[in-house]
């Protein structure tokens, strides 16, 4: 482990934030050698939104109200979905840390007080990002396009993964709360209903007035049309709301604020773990 700033090495002057980045590059590498030494839970992480998109897609589909290609409307739905669940793992090999005792060991050692956060989280966003690239392989193979411009499609990948870094702190604050890993299950439940309670496979117009009012403000509903948009997808449905019309807007600010409620929150409740 390379000496933190608190070992009195060149981080005690001023260099902080370049040992803060070291020693959470070194807690990143520590996640990224768990995927050799664990390849199923890798492959079968990658593998559950691909599963779910062709079984929507073929099996249960047919995108009632929608005009259009029901892939168009689908596939960046399932997008948005990928970036919300998968949390489990993450918040499995929180709790498990925890329990382990191998936080206790970070944190007596000279390192920077919340890398093992940061290296955890960096491990998520290149995981995501790696299913966010098989995803879209497999949406292109059963026929989904996007009709954009590249800049689109650019800002479409940083607002999903947006998204994903927002569900990425929130699933660690609920993980050191729940503290061990049998508990995740009842956290998990959680998830569930904010990715299958929005516009990823169909219409709030096909709702009760109530639940689609709730389905339209959902933070995965903005996400999810505001990259049919800049993916160019047009499934022929107009919003009726003006969380609807202004889902680029919501895309971006209820992530922003899930960050700044959580992120605090879960340094804060890892700092107090020694107290």
Do not use: C
Not at 112 to 132: H, P
Not at 203 to 229: C, F, H, I, K, Y
């Amino acid at each position: 482990m390379v000496a933190g700033p608190s070992a009195g090495g060149p981080g005690a002057g001023g260099s902080r934030i370049g040992w803060a980045l070291i020693d959470s590059w070194t807690m990143s590498r520590r996640e990224l050698a768990h995927w050799a030494r664990q390849p199923v839970q890798v492959v079968v992480g990658l593998a559950f939104p691909v599963m779910l998109l062709l079984m929507f897609n073929y099996l249960i589909g047919g995108g009632k109200g929608i005009q259009g290609d029901y892939a168009e409307f689908l596939v960046p739905g399932m997008f948005a979905l990928t970036m919300v669940f998968g949390l489990d793992a993450t918040m499995v090999a929180v709790t498990t840390d925890l329990n382990k005792g191998v936080v206790d060991r970070f944190r007596s050692m000279p390192m920077t007080n919340g890398a093992v956060l940061v290296g955890r989280s960096v491990a998520d966003m290149l995981q995501s990002f790696a299913s966010l690239i098989v995803m879209m392989g497999v949406g292109l193979t059963i026929g989904w396009r996007w009709h954009g411009s590249f800049a689109g499609v650019l800002g479409a990948v940083g607002l999903l993964m947006l998204l994903r870094f927002a569900m990425l702190w929130l699933g660690i604050y609920l993980a050191m709360v729940a503290g061990k890993p049998e508990l995740v299950v009842a956290v998990q439940i959680l998830v569930w209903p904010v990715g299958f309670l929005s516009n990823a496979f169909t219409v709030p117009q096909n709702m009760p007035d109530w639940l689609g009012a709730a389905v339209e403000w959902n933070p995965m509903s903005a996400a999810a049309t505001a990259v049919r948009d800049l993916f160019g997808n047009d499934p022929g449905v107009t919003g009726t709301s003006w969380a609807a019309d202004h889902a680029e807007l919501l895309a971006v600010a209820w992530p922003l604020a899930l960050v700044g409620v959580f992120l605090p929150l879960a340094v804060r409740r890892f700092g107090a773990l020694s107290k």
